[in-house]
């Protein structure tokens, strides 16, 4: 399935992160020994465990809500942190980052979906986090972009115009706070059930786990 979808996504320059949660070592390797090298966790436990065990070359990113007391756990070498949803989250990152001589890079994490279970900010508080003192004295991380999970239903006309809205706060940041665009460039949209609706709607990144590695083994 792996070149499969790299080869849709290839036109697009859409990036893959092969969600790998719950999957062994040995089941991430089989699509590391095919050139696949993101890869993205939920849960810190695990994926430290993973990056111990693992090449070092593989690029990790973090997907799942991040709690404050963890981020030291991951800071020495995550990659990116797709779901960053409060200020507090960002200070911690790059506090710890900073004990590792590290920028980090992060996205914003934006609640589009109409379901109580997600997390994330809404574009007012990006806002005001944007304009704070607080968010200046940050040095040691860097907001390379924005993502967000649609609503899980089969109404995919409910799940475009969610992508659509993520892609106009991602415009929106762009426009009025992030002067390099080739540093704000990211919108991690898109999983195993809406991928190819993300990409349509302007996906750089997509996050696919079940269609990769089968189903979650919980």
């Given at each position: 399935m792996l070149p499969q979808i790299l080869e849709e996504l290839r036109p697009t320059h859409t990036q893959l992160v092969a969600v790998s949660k719950t999957k062994s070592p040995e089941e991430i390797l089989k699509l590391y020994e095919?050139?696949?090298?993101?890869?993205?966790?939920?849960?810190?436990?695990?994926?430290?465990?993973?990056?111990?065990?693992?090449?070092?070359?593989?690029?990790?990113?973090?997907?799942?809500?991040?709690?404050?007391?963890?981020?030291?756990?991951?800071?020495?070498f995550i990659h990116l942190i797709h779901s960053?949803?409060?200020?507090?989250?960002l200070k911690e990152i790059d506090k710890q980052a900073k004990k590792y001589n590290r920028i980090i890079d992060c996205l914003l994490q934006f609640k589009i979906a109409q379901e109580d279970t997600k997390y994330g900010f809404d574009l007012e508080s990006v806002e005001a986090i944007l304009q704070s003192a607080d968010f200046q004295t940050l040095k040691n991380i860097q907001i390379t972009g924005v993502m967000g999970m649609a609503t899980f239903t089969e109404d995919e006309a409910q799940v475009r115009r969610e992508f659509e809205q993520l892609q106009e706060f991602f415009k929106i940041l762009k426009n009025k706070y992030f002067i390099h665009p080739e540093i704000f460039k990211e919108i991690?949209?898109?999983?195993?059930?809406?991928?190819?609706?993300?990409?349509?709607?302007g996906s750089t990144m997509v996050r696919i786990g079940t269609l990769l590695f089968g189903a979650r083994n919980y």
């Open positions: 095919q050139v696949q090298r993101d890869f993205g966790e939920n849960k810190v436990q695990e994926l430290t465990a993973k990056y111990e065990a693992l090449p070092k070359d593989i690029r990790w990113h973090f997907i799942g809500h991040l709690q404050t007391n963890k981020v030291k756990y991951i800071a020495p960053v949803d409060s200020l507090e989250v991690s949209m898109g999983m195993s059930d809406d991928y190819k609706i993300a990409v349509e709607e």
